[in-house]
């Protein structure tokens, strides 16, 4: 736009009656010279010039774009399901030195091993006897949720065991709390030493609850279907239908430890990198420089203005 402005022609002067004098400069002093045209400032241009250029340029919001930061998410929830009934209570596993510790024992040792090892997952806690319920929800704060695995005790939630309940329960833990991006697991792995004996909800329609969630079921089994044993049957087909694997730990507490540390090999870490970086606007440097330009141009007219009166 100024260069546009610089080339309209001039305006039309009137021509008036008027005395040409070639040697009028010769005939005044220095101090009574006239004033050089403003078109022939070259300062006053190259001022104008360098205020307009950086105007131009600060309008342009120039931006820096700063180095990339990233940092790992989980891909994988991940929920605990712990039969406490009363059965747990009972003294039949082998700890490492060869002596009797209870089921429950056993089973604390396996789980915070498990946990310890799954740093990147988001893990919840669902106990269940009589009766079904969440003892941790779903977070990455593993601290607290050992400290939950060491609360637990036989019987707590009832003295019978309610499998259908649990998986009910478990399904519910994962409708309140939305997969967060696409392509999360959903994986629970479900431990009981006891059959289906007060569940409300039947195992049958928990499993098509899971299988509509996508969720999928690992199930542990301390003992062979037996009279007195766990349901193995049952087990195999929650983890047949819904995706998942079943296991079968015997009477030692190095058993259980293995079944947990199978599991932890066969759903190995899982996390996605999100990516996030920061445009640093760059405008007011050039802007600046304009204003300085300005205040030259004004600098020098004032100036001429002086010299002139």
């Known amino acids: 736009m100024p260069l546009l402005i610089r080339l309209l022609p001039a305006p039309r002067l009137v021509h008036r009656d008027s005395v040409r ?3 009028l400069a010769n005939l005044l002093g220095p101090d009574q010279r006239p004033a050089s045209v403003p078109g022939q400032d070259r300062f006053l ?10 105007l131009v340029f600060a309008s342009t919001r120039p931006q820096l774009l700063m180095p990339a930061s990233y940092r790992e998410v989980p891909v994988r929830d991940l929920v605990l399901v712990l039969d406490v009934s009363a059965s747990m209570a009972t003294e039949d596993m082998q700890d490492g030195k060869g002596g009797r510790i209870t089921r429950m024992a056993a089973l ?21 006897g ?20 060491d609360e637990l005790k036989p019987a707590m939630a009832g003295p019978q065991t309610s499998i259908g309940d649990a998986l009910g329960s478990t399904v519910k833990m994962f409708r309140n709390v939305p997969a967060s991006g696409e392509g999360m697991e959903r994986v629970v792995v479900l431990l009981t030493d006891g059959k289906d004996t007060s569940s409300v909800l039947p195992p049958e329609v928990a499993i098509r609850l899971a299988r509509k969630e996508h969720v999928s079921i690992h199930t542990i089994a301390l003992s062979e279907g037996t009279d007195e044993g766990s349901d193995s049957q049952l087990l ?3 983890a047949s239908e819904t995706g998942g694997t079943f296991h079968i730990a015997s009477q030692s507490a190095r058993s259980l430890q293995e079944v947990y540390a199978n599991l932890d090999r066969i759903t190995p870490r899982k996390v996605r990198k ?35 009166d």
């Open 236 to 238: 195999r087909r929650i």
């Open 21 to 23: 004098v070639p040697n």
């Open 130 to 149: 009589s009766q079904a319920y969440p003892f941790a929800p779903l977070s990455r704060d593993h601290r607290v949720l050992l400290e939950r695995v």
């Open 45 to 54: 241009w190259a001022a104008f010039a360098f205020f307009w250029c950086c």
């Open 108 to 128: 604390q040792e396996a789980v915070r091993a498990f946990i310890e090892a799954r740093k990147d997952d988001n893990i919840g806690l669902i106990v269940f």
């Open 274 to 308: 999100l990516g996030w970086s920061y445009r640093q606007p760059l405008y007011c440097y050039p802007l600046l420089a304009a204003l300085g330009g300005l205040g030259l141009i004004v600098l020098r007219l004032r100036r001429k203005r002086g010299g002139h």
